[in-house]
């Protein structure tokens, strides 16, 4: 009689334990993968950068150099081979470092921050109308520009000179190489090209694999391997990179309409139209991310996505709409983003400068497979 009882309570004891446990199974709790800080990083980072398999990172005052995201990095500092104030980024290369400090290009071989190492290049020497650096409008984006060729190009501005001005900004080119661990010029060009009769600002500064890409008062320039300079667009871009394609956006003023989509192969030429949209197919607020003149554009497995403070955001195009999507950002509330970057392609890198004392800075990682989660 005993044991009769005792088998219903069993019973439902076993149902209870099973209807308990599919519903756990049927119902998982939402996962939340937050942005990881990549401990190895001690300072604020202005960008990173994959270059054949190596990890790149720069912060206002130097360069790491083969970097990893979870143990000690080599920090190459480059303070005193920098101005006072700092008004531009540094590049980022697998063979050279380069500053810039008064009236001098400072070149180094890569990992080697030593002033025995270093190729001073006096500017009065190349261009004895040599006015003064400082011609991009925003930091955050290149200022001087560094190719996988080893290939330098850096703006500058030219004085005026017995009542005429030079309102385009003038460009160094040159071609160099490492040999023995100093850095050597082969080549050099002085490009003073004049398209404008009035002051402009560079307000855009990028490099690709195979050419560089400088957007100058309402025009964009293409600069190729040869440090050749050509009229890409007769408007403001904005261009990345996404699989094979260079997609750029253009307009003609910052955050107007109509808005036009090119897209062209990696070596920049020939670009095609394939998209217009005026103001009823992209919203205000996304008009103005796409606007922005620094350069927080990134592709990212051959997704378009933006950034904007804490913020990150996923681009989705058709030739009806476009549309930004904001992006789950939890471990990134207190960062100030300033670049974007896949790594090994598996691996999300996020680069933060200080937002203020409380801010949180260097860089930040997340799985790709969950980059694209959307913000709840």
């Known amino acids: 009689m005993k044991r009769a009882s005792i088998f219903p309570i069993l019973l439902i004891f076993f149902c209870s334990v099973s209807f308990f446990s599919c519903v756990t199974n049927e119902n998982p709790p939402e996962e939340y993968v937050i942005w990881k800080p990549a401990l190895s990083f001690q300072k604020g980072l202005t960008h990173a950068k994959e270059i054949n398999g190596k990890l790149y990172a720069a912060s206002e005052t130097g360069i790491y150099n083969d970097a990893t995201l979870w143990s000690i990095n080599n920090f190459n500092d480059l303070s005193r081979f920098l101005p006072e104030e700092i008004v531009y980024r540094l590049p980022i290369s697998e063979t050279l470092m380069a500053t810039i400090k008064n009236d001098e290009i400072i070149l180094m071989p890569a990992g080697r921050p030593f002033e025995e190492d270093a190729l001073v290049i006096k500017m009065r020497e190349f261009d004895p109308l040599f006015g003064s650096f400082g011609q991009v409008y925003f930091r955050y984006g290149d200022q ?96 990345v990179q996404v699989g094979d394609d260079i997609i750029t956006f253009a307009s003609e003023a910052m955050e107007t309409f109509p808005l036009m989509v090119y897209k062209s192969d990696l070596s920049g030429k020939k670009p095609e139209l394939v998209g217009t949209y005026n103001s009823d197919q992209v919203s205000k607020d996304d008009r103005r991310l796409l606007g922005r003149i620094y350069d927080n554009i990134s592709g990212i497995n051959d997704t378009i996505v933006l950034f904007e403070g804490t913020s990150i955001y996923r681009l989705s195009m058709n030739d009806q709409a476009i549309r930004l999507t904001r992006l789950d950002n939890i471990g990134l509330e207190e960062t100030f983003i300033t670049s974007i970057s896949l790594l090994y392609n598996s691996t999300v890198f996020v680069t933060s400068t200080c937002s203020g004392s409380q801010g949180i800075c260097g860089g930040f990682y997340k799985p790709l497979d969950k980059f694209f989660a959307s913000k709840k």
């Not at 190719?147 to 005429?164: K, R, S, T």
């Not at 300079?229 to 871009?237: D, G, K, P």
């Open 144 to 239: 001087i520009g560094i190719n996988q060729n080893g290939h330098v190009l850096v703006p500058y501005q030219a004085p005026i000179i017995f009542g005429e001005t030079k309102y385009t900004p003038n460009f160094l080119w040159l071609k160099t190489a490492v040999k023995n661990g100093k850095v050597e010029i082969l080549e050099q060009k002085l490009i003073k090209e004049e398209f404008f009769d009035d002051w402009v600002s560079i307000w855009n500064f990028k490099v690709f694999e195979n050419f560089m890409r400088v957007t100058i008062g309402n025009k964009t320039f293409d600069f190729d391997q040869s440090g050749n300079m050509e009229v890409r667009f007769e408007y403001y871009t904005k261009s």
